[in-house]
T-cell receptor
Framework: EAQVTQNPRYLITVTGKKLTVTCSQN?????MSWYRQDPGLGLRQIYY???????DKGDVPEGYKVSRKEKRNFPLILESPSPNQTSLYFC???????????FGPGTRLTVL | AQSVAQPEDQVNVAEGNPLTVKCTYS??????LFWYVQYPNRGLQFLLK??????LVKGSYGFEAEFNKSQTSFHLKKPSALVSDSALYFC???????????FGKGTRLSVIA
């Protein structure tokens, strides 16, 4: 079964404590992306990756880092989380940036 | 930069009636347009897309959308709504270049039995 896996699904942390949200796909897709969803704002793209070792900023990259060392994994790193990063985060995969994306189940992050 | 607008936060429709969820967009080049649906406590699911070709696009669950270049619109439609169609719907657009995908703020569809 084609999947996008995110871990953890729920996380409560404190300001300044570094965290990583993992994302993994089993379809060998080249394109992966991270979004955050906030009420009234829809989904906003944080970072995306067209292929291994190729990453680009989306609309709201500040405070986030990503890496794409292998095709299947695309972790989202918050070096020093702040309360304004409290949100619902989605990872997605796709055959390319031009085609439809398939989303993971989401990670609900709360930063106190 | 590309942008997308969903002018209605909420759409209410009676079961069996046709439904329309509106979307307008702005891009500098040729648009790549998408509709996604989000059911409660779930991730987004792809419904349909327009890249090129026929302006009327058919997708999953009986949904369709019409690309209108002159009006820069890509409205989502279904001839007969079901209660199970109640969900949050997102329109998204990207330029034909290597640009981020931009989502609208979403429209909550409520189908009443």
């Amino acid at each position: 079964e084609a999947q996008v896996t995110q871990n953890p699904r729920y996380l409560i942390t404190v300001t300044g404590k570094k965290l990583t949200v993992t994302c993994s796909q089993n379809m060998n897709h080249e394109y992966m992306s991270w979004y955050r969803q906030d009420p009234g704002l829809g989904l906003r793209q944080i970072y995306y990756s067209m292929n291994v070792e190729v990453t680009d900023k989306g609309d709201v990259p500040e405070g986030y880092k990503v890496s794409r060392k292998e095709k299947r994994n695309f972790p989202l790193i918050l070096e020093s989380p702040s309360p304004n990063q409290t949100s619902l985060y989605f990872c997605a995969r796709g055959t390319s940036g031009a085609n439809e994306q398939f989303f993971g189940p989401g990670t609900r992050l709360t930063v106190l | 930069a590309q942008s997308v607008a969903q002018p209605e936060d909420q759409v209410n429709v009676a079961e069996g009636n046709p439904l329309t969820v509106k979307c307008t967009y702005s891009v500098s080049g040729n648009p790549y347009l998408f509709w996604y649906v989000q059911y409660p406590n779930r991730g987004l699911q792809f419904l349909l897309k327009y890249i090129t070709g026929d302006n009327l696009v058919k997708g999953s669950y009986g949904f369709e959308a019409e690309f209108n270049k002159s009006q820069t619109s890509f409205h989502l439609k279904k001839p007969s709504a079901l209660v199970s169609d109640s969900a949050l719907y997102f329109c998204a657009v990207r330029d034909s270049g290597n640009t981020p995908l931009v989502f609208g703020k979403g429209t909550r569809l409520s189908v009443i039995a």
